[in-house]
C-alpha cells in the first residue's frame, strides 16, 4: 500500500501543481470564467479565484512533506469534491461553463470532467488511506512514474479526447 500513497502523491501533486500554476498564469481569465461555472458566486468570482488557486497550490507542498501528507490528500479529497459537484450543477442546468482547470480551453465542461475528477478524488482517497513508510527504492521509482505518467495523461485528457474523436 506504501506504493498507492507514493503514486497517489505523485500524480495528485502534479495535477494540482500544473492546475495552480495555470491559474497564475492566466488569473484574470480564470477569475472571469468563475461565474459561468459558479452563479450564485458571480458577485465574488474575484475571491473564489483567489483562494481556489490558494488552496490548489498548497495540496503539492503538503503531500511532499511526509506528516503533512494526509492533509495534502485531504485538502485535494475537498477540492476535488467541491470541484465535482460544481461541474455536475453545471452541466445539470445546461450551461457550456468551459474547462479552464489546467489553464485556457474552449472545451466546455462536460461528463468526461466528471469521471477525472472522480478518478482523481479516488486517487486522492486512497493515498490518504494507504500507510506511510518507505518501501524500496525500486518500487518508490516505479510508483512515482505511474503517477506522473498519469498526471499527465490527466493533465492532458481533453487534447488527447480531442485526437481521438476527430474524423477524418
Known sequence: MEFVRIGSACLIGLVFAVSAVSKFRDFDGFARSVPALVPAWAGHARLLAITTTVLESLVPPLLIAQPMAPYGFGLAAALLAVFGTAIAASIRRGRRATCRCFGPSSV?????????????LTCAVLGGLSPGGLPPAGGIAVAAAAGLVGAVLIVSLDDIVDLFARNP
Open 108 to 120: 466546455p465542461l462536460g461528463p468526461r470532467h466528471l469521471v477525472r475528477n472522480g478518478a482523481l
